[in-house]
Each structure stands twice: as C-alpha cells, then as structure tokens.
C-alpha cells in the first residue's frame, strides 16, 4: 500500500527534491506551496499527487489541506515540516519583524503543522499512527555566527520534537524525526535567504559576503539528501534525529566532544549544589 506524504515548502529546495523523490518511488504526494499553482513534478497523475496550498503562518490554510489530504487519500502517513528560511545577519543587525518573522515561520509555523498531523494521525484515520519529520539543522545543534535567530528557531524545534516524543502514547503509533543538514546546495544560501542591514559596529563580519563565497560550493547534494529522508520516513524505527552531510555530522560529533570536555571539566561544581543527604529516587 503506497504512503501518503505531505511536505510543506515544496517549491524549492529540499521540499521539491522530497517530493520527486517519493513520487519516484511509488508513493503518494500532497505538496504544499504558498502558491500551488507553481508547483511541476514528474510522474504524476491524478491518483497520486495532490497540490494545495499550505502557508505556516496561516492556520486555516494548515486544516484546509490536511482536510483535503483526507479527502483524497483517507490518511497521511508521513508529516514532512520542511518550510523555512535563512536570516543572516548579527543579532544587533536584526529588526524586531524579522527576528519576529523568522520565529513565526521556522518554529511557530511548524508548531501549527505538527499540531494538526498529530491530531489527524491519532483520531481522524485508521489504522493510527505516522512519522512527522522536522527539518531543522546542524544549526539546531550549534550556534553559528551571522544566524543567531536562525540557530534560535532551530534549538526550539529540536527540544520542542525531543519533548513532544515522549509525551505522545506508543499505541497511538506517531512517530518524530529531527532531520539535522549541513550545507546542501539548495537556494537557501542564495535567492531563499533574507539579509539583515549592516550595522557599523560589525564590520569584521559581513554576511553577504560570507555566504556569497558559500552558495553552491556546499559539501552536500540535495538530491542524495532527499532520498536519504526518504529512507528514513519508511525505516519501521526511525531515529529521533540524524545529521546529514559529512560536513554535519563533522560538526555534531565535534559538538558533542566539546560538551563532555566541558561537563566534566564542572563536574564537581556541578555536583556538590543538591541538599545534604539528597538521594536519588
């Protein structure tokens, strides 16, 4: 029987690789765009593709096509919260509506989402259950000069996913994935990516620049990385989050090395604050 995937963001970049991807290998797909209408794949036909429209920031849009998914296909199987984007600049170079904006879409947005996904997985099809995998970054494991808001939005999803999994019961079947990439050759470096004004007290640090010099150089290419998704949306046990790019996996295993260096470096201070004669239950 053919899974049924919706992707959000799925007019550039990972989004549309996604999509192709699962269509390619014989599934179904609802893609989602602000504008539907400018969404083109391959082998599509009326029986297994569906394009609607789905803007984060518009929670009305969000049930409308959930509620057109069902409509069609009876379920959804796999949740992909894939719409985002990149601001770049330092944190003093940001307006409030962007700092707003990147929040509202990156994190509030996919809040909204795998609200919804939930409450479909486990109430309005039958069998129960599905995968809900959330895009985020090594960013979300990381902080990186010139995206701190960025960075922000990700760290939130991945504890808010991290939390969320242990709250949903097993027999209900919902299942969550953190997709962590590195630097894939996508539009997000470049046409997708928002720019802060400079502000002079930064001028060591120019994020124009910076990722002018980094747009498609990148180690990663984003047709492997959606077929790597894909694999992992129909792992029977998928993993709770995973990197992908060897420039991403470089950077959490260094990350996790600093973290023990550090924590054991406390580690007494850290220990010696419980109260006198404290025991562990």
Same mark, same amino acid.
């Given at each position: 029987?053919?899974?049924?995937?919706?992707?959000?963001?799925?007019?550039?970049?990972?989004?549309?690789?996604?999509?192709?991807?699962?269509?390619?290998?014989?599934?179904?797909?609802?893609?989602?765009?602000?504008?539907?209408?400018?969404?083109?794949?391959?082998?599509?036909?009326?029986?297994?593709?569906?394009?609607?429209?789905?803007?984060?920031?518009?929670?009305?849009?969000?049930?409308?096509?959930?509620?057109?998914?069902?409509?069609?296909?009876?379920?959804?199987?796999?949740?992909? =919260?894939? !719409? *985002?984007?990149?601001?770049? #600049?330092?944190?003093?170079? %940001?307006?409030? +509506?962007?700092?707003? $904006?990147?929040?509202?879409?990156?994190?509030?947005?996919?809040?909204?989402?795998?609200?919804?996904?939930?409450?479909?997985?486990?109430?309005?099809?039958?069998?129960?259950?599905?995968?809900?995998?959330?895009?985020?970054?090594?960013?979300?494991?990381?902080?990186?000069?010139?995206?701190?808001?960025?960075?922000?939005?990700?760290?939130?999803?991945?504890?808010?996913?991290?939390?969320?999994?242990?709250?949903?019961?097993?027999?209900?079947?919902?299942?969550?994935?953190?997709?962590?990439?590195?630097?894939?050759?996508?539009?997000?470096?470049?046409?997708?990516?928002?720019?802060?004004?400079?502000?002079?007290?930064?001028?060591?640090?120019?994020?124009?620049?910076?990722?002018?010099?980094?747009?498609? =150089?990148? !180690? *990663?290419?984003?047709?492997? #990385?959606?077929?790597?998704? %894909?694999?992992? +949306?129909?792992?029977? $046990?998928?993993?709770?989050?995973?990197?992908?790019?060897?420039?991403?996996?470089?950077?959490?295993?260094?990350?996790?090395?600093?973290?023990?260096?550090?924590?054991?470096?406390?580690?007494?201070?850290?220990?010696?604050?419980?109260?006198?004669?404290?025991?562990?239950?």
């Amino acid at each position: 029987m053919p899974r049924v995937f919706l992707i959000t963001g799925t007019s550039t970049g990972f989004g549309n690789f996604y999509a192709q991807e699962v269509l390619d290998q014989g599934d179904y797909v609802v893609a989602t765009a602000r504008d539907p209408t400018s969404l083109s794949f391959k082998n599509t036909t009326a029986d297994n593709f569906l394009a609607v429209r789905l803007d984060v920031t518009d929670k009305k849009s969000i049930s409308e096509a959930f509620d057109a998914t069902l409509a069609k296909f009876s379920r959804v199987d796999v949740v992909v =919260n894939n !719409a *985002g984007y990149g601001l770049a #600049g330092c944190f003093e170079e %940001y307006t409030d +509506a962007q700092i707003r $904006q990147q929040m509202e879409i990156n994190f509030f947005g996919l809040l909204d989402v795998t609200r919804t996904a939930i409450e479909v997985m486990r109430d309005r099809q039958t069998p129960q259950g599905g995968l809900v995998q959330n895009v985020t970054s090594i960013g979300g494991q990381r902080g990186v000069p010139l995206f701190s808001l960025y960075c922000a939005s990700k760290w939130a999803v991945e504890g808010f996913t991290e939390a969320l999994s242990h709250e949903v019961k097993p027999e209900w079947g919902i299942k969550f994935t953190l997709i962590e990439p590195g630097g894939f050759r996508t539009d997000w470096a470049g046409r997708s990516m928002e720019f802060a004004e400079r502000h002079p007290a930064y001028d060591h640090l120019n994020a124009s620049v910076a990722m002018g010099k980094r747009h498609g =150089n990148q !180690a *990663g290419d984003p047709v492997k #990385g959606a077929k790597a998704m %894909y694999k992992l +949306a129909v792992m029977k $046990q998928p993993p709770l989050r995973v990197v992908l790019g060897s420039d991403a996996y470089a950077g959490v295993m260094n990350k996790i090395d600093q973290y023990e260096q550090n924590y054991k470096r406390f580690e007494r201070l850290s220990n010696e604050t419980d109260v006198d004669g404290y025991q562990a239950p």
